[in-house]
């Protein structure tokens, strides 16, 4: 039996996971992967304390911290959370079963989709939503990169160092990302900006080929042949698994209080998952940290 399970091993899962562990709670992170978001972005520039840093860099120090204070990691895929008779919680996953008296679930944001025909037969055949995990295998090539946040930026700076030419594609006048990222990816020589565009075809039959674009301004469509297409449009909250549990908004997003306190007792929420307007590292980790604590005071008072 653990004092905490935490669905997620991203920044906001790991925090959590460091917090409880020093209020000497026994704690098990399981998640599908290590890392969360932040391992798809190559460069963080406003983490406090940390000047600059690689994504991937960031998510192994929290890793190696967390488990430095003795926290279970386990790399699984949570298929079911029930609450039992007692109050505790039975969380069953792809290769076990595990208990615990309190959850808190951190387990992100999933890839937003374009919802095209084709889009799902392609993912790995071209398409793809991680510029950092799968930009290599474009060396040299034509890329699209749809989206108008920092994420699609990011992903354009990004393959402007490896393709030989970058398509950026946004539906908008007016990227919605931070300027600073913005005005980089317009001093870049190989990056073709696309505005007040979307995609209304994929084509190819065993791979990716061709994208058919709409200029939403004169109506007028055009093929573009490009060998890659990352897909920025941003996240989902992944909450199926406990929509039966918890309280959610209208977008899916789990409601917390400003305790990290969910609708079910004993489970806490932090993170992107929640209804937070921002989604940001450092909020995150606030967040996780409140999550934490605030389930170390809910067994402190069952006690």
């Avoid at 562990?21 to 290590?34: C, H, P």
Wanted: charged letters at 25%; glycine letters at 10%.
């Amino acid at each position: 039996m653990f004092d905490t399970i935490i669905i997620g091993a991203g920044p906001t899962g790991l925090t959590a996971a460091i917090y409880a562990s020093r209020r000497m709670m026994k704690t098990l992170v399981i998640s599908k992967n290590t890392g969360g978001q932040i391992i798809w972005t190559s460069d963080i520039e406003n983490y406090p304390g940390i000047k600059s840093t690689k994504g991937p860099a960031l998510a192994n120090i929290m890793l190696e911290q967390a488990k430095s204070f003795g926290v279970e990691v386990k790399i699984e895929e949570v298929n079911r959370i029930t609450k039992q008779g007692d109050g505790s919680f039975s969380v069953k996953t792809n290769r076990g079963k595990y208990e615990a008296k309190t959850m808190i679930i951190a387990m992100g944001l999933a890839p937003r989709l374009l919802n095209l025909p084709n889009e799902k037969a392609l993912i790995g055949q071209g398409i793809s939503y991680c510029a950092n995990c799968d930009g290599l295998f474009f060396k040299g090539k034509t890329v699209a990169v749809i989206g108008g946040g920092n994420a699609a930026l990011d992903a354009a700076t990004v393959m402007s160092k490896i393709a030989s030419q970058v398509y950026l594609i946004y539906r908008n006048s007016k990227f919605k990302g931070f300027e600073i990222m913005a005005n980089r990816v317009k001093e870049k020589k190989n990056i073709e900006i696309l505005m007040n565009s979307e995609i209304t075809e994929i084509l190819g039959k065993d791979k990716l080929e061709k994208l058919t674009i709409l200029n939403k301004i004169d109506q007028t469509s055009k093929e573009l042949k490009v060998d890659g297409l990352f897909v920025e449009i941003g996240h989902e909250p992944e909450t199926e698994l406990v929509a039966d549990l918890v309280e959610r908004d209208s977008k899916g997003q789990v409601v917390v209080d400003l305790s990290g306190k969910t609708s079910l007792d004993g489970i806490f929420a932090a993170g992107d998952v929640t209804q937070s307007e921002f989604k940001q590292i450092v909020i995150g980790c606030g967040q996780g940290a409140v999550a934490a604590l605030s389930a170390y005071k809910y067994l402190q008072n069952k006690k």
